[in-house]
């Protein structure tokens, strides 16, 4: 059972709509890292943290993603405006040192 | 860039067979390499790791080695059982927190009864 919390499980947001997502990491864990899966099972590096610090993000997350890890709260990830192609699975994972990463149950985001 | 190939797309098998999946890696420096499980509906669970040349990683029966020369972690099974059915990929990264997990396209392994 994962010990990194997701949540919502599923949200379904229209096109233009802001969707967020919220990760507790497990206890102890100050490495998070954010991914996207699409529906061809294909992972896509989104950002990462150490504590609150962005250590790397790509580009498509600069722009309309938001993401962050505030002390003593949940992380989140938010989509400023929902596009068709944002449709994915995020997942969430935490990691001691950034070695090994365990992952959450994901937010399933389905666009319409 | 650094690049994890899974040769088998899909694997379909029967109780008690024995299992294979290829992986093979490029990669500019040493990296540790990772095998993770996912079941329909769940995010990616760890499995094993290993770090060394010759190094053999292993988890609820399935293991791999880590080959240098041959740029492989070959994920084994002796005797798979229904269970075992969900998408199994194999990953490397450099550790360290800044440095991101490379996965593989992943193979979908089905078993039955």
């Known amino acids: 059972n994962s010990k990194v919390i997701q949540t919502p499980r599923y949200l379904v947001k229209g096109q233009g709509q802001k969707a967020k997502m919220r990760c507790i990491p497990e206890?102890?864990?100050?490495?998070v890292f954010w991914y996207q899966q699409n529906k061809n099972n294909e992972f896509k590096f989104l950002i990462n943290?150490?504590?609150?610090?962005?250590?790397?993000q790509i580009d498509m997350t600069e722009k309309r993603f938001s993401a962050e890890c505030p002390s003593n709260s949940p992380c989140s990830l938010e989509i400023q405006s929902s596009e068709a192609g944002d449709s994915a699975l995020y997942l969430c994972?935490?990691?001691?040192?950034?070695?090994?990463?365990?992952f959450g149950e994901g937010s399933r985001l389905i666009v319409v | 860039g650094d690049s994890v190939t899974q040769t088998e797309g899909q694997v379909a098998l029967s109780e008690e067979d024995f299992l294979t999946i290829h992986c093979n890696y490029s990669a500019s420096g040493y990296p540790a390499l990772f095998w993770y499980v996912q079941y329909p509906g769940e995010g990616p669970q760890f499995l094993f790791r290993?770090?060394?040349?010759?190094e053999k990683g292993s988890s609820r029966g399935f293991e791999a080695t880590y080959n240098k020369e041959a740029t492989s972690f070959h994920l084994q099974k002796a005797s798979v059982q229904e269970s075992d059915s969900a998408v199994y990929y194999c990953a490397l990264n450099y550790g360290g927190s800044g440095n991101k997990l490379i996965f593989g396209t992943g193979t979908l392994l089905s078993v039955k009864p």
């Open positions: 206890k102890g864990h100050p490495v």
């Open positions: 943290f150490q504590n609150q610090e962005v250590l790397q």
């Open positions: 290993a770090s060394r040349d010759k």
């Open positions: 994972a935490s990691s001691l040192t950034g070695n090994t990463l365990y």
